[in-house]
């Protein structure tokens, strides 16, 4: 027989052993509700840094867009990496025609402008050839366009479009916002590459000029060997396209060799 007193003890220790046991488990139940509640805290801060660190990146391309020259309705509607090229073409093709020779930019000559009566009165009066210049040489670009049975493109030692004519699109139905930064070896042949450099008077970019097919690579080989032999034009030469079955144009090459 088992007395009375060994079953009480034993029934103390169940409901000890039961309590310990309920204790630890809602510590643990606590511990994990809280590490899940640290977590989505952690998640949701990241979420914010993430989705302000967007807005702020979004508001510098907006803002890096606007002082493109392009129109409000062309600049908006272009993605980051449009805005990237552009204004990497834009910064090359400014400081080209700032330190090309001849510099490009507009020279005013004679003596500065003054308001004032005596100044006026003194100065020399201007020829009417020197009032025609000034008139014509700011729109001395969209005369050359409108004239130009083609259209105008400056390139880099890399055969990257540093500026392109916007009436581009009447020829080839691209757009300038479109080709410039990119490179004009992406709008030509494969098999016609070796030729456009030679024309260019420039080096082959690496991985250009190759054709998947035989006999195109045996012609890009032939031409490349037969331009060793041939004289390529000197930089800024402008280029006539006489061939019979072609429009003829005119395009104008300037070569910036730092750029």
């Not at 990237?84 to 400081?95: P, V």
């Not at 004032?116 to 050359?144: C, D, M, N, W, Y």
């Not at 190759?210 to 690579?217: F, N």
């Amino acid at each position: 027989m088992i007395s009375e007193g060994s079953c009480d003890t034993e029934d103390w220790s169940n409901v000890a052993e039961n309590a310990a046991l309920h204790h630890r488990n809602k510590l643990h139940f606590q511990i994990f509700s809280n590490r899940k509640q640290l977590q989505a805290l952690r998640k949701e801060k990241s979420r914010d840094a993430a989705r302000s660190r967007r807005g702020k990146e979004n508001f510098e391309f907006y803002e890096l867009a606007k002082m493109l020259p392009l129109p409000g309705a062309i600049t908006s509607q272009l993605d980051k990496a449009s805005i990237i090229r552009l204004t990497i073409s834009y910064l090359k093709m400014r400081d080209f025609a700032n330190q090309g020779d001849p510099p490009w930019n507009l020279r005013i000559e004679g003596p500065p402008p003054n308001t004032s009566v005596k100044a006026i009165g003194s100065q020399r009066r201007r020829s009417p050839s020197a009032v025609a210049t000034e008139i014509f040489e700011p729109h001395l670009g969209s005369h050359i366009l409108q004239s130009l049975d083609g259209f105008v493109f400056a390139l880099n030692k890399e055969g990257r479009f540093l500026y392109i004519s916007e009436t581009v699109s009447i020829y080839l139905g691209l757009s300038q916002v479109e080709l410039t930064g990119s490179s004009v070896f992406d709008y030509v042949h494969p098999g016609d590459h070796v030729e456009m450099a030679e024309q260019l008077g420039m080096k082959l970019p690496p991985g250009r000029g190759l054709l998947s097919q035989g006999g195109g690579a045996e012609d890009g080989a032939s031409s490349a060997s037969s331009s060793s032999h041939s004289e390529t034009p000197e930089p800024g030469k402008i280029i006539q396209n006489n061939k019979p079955h072609y429009k003829r144009g005119i395009c104008c090459i300037q070569w910036g060799h730092n750029y």
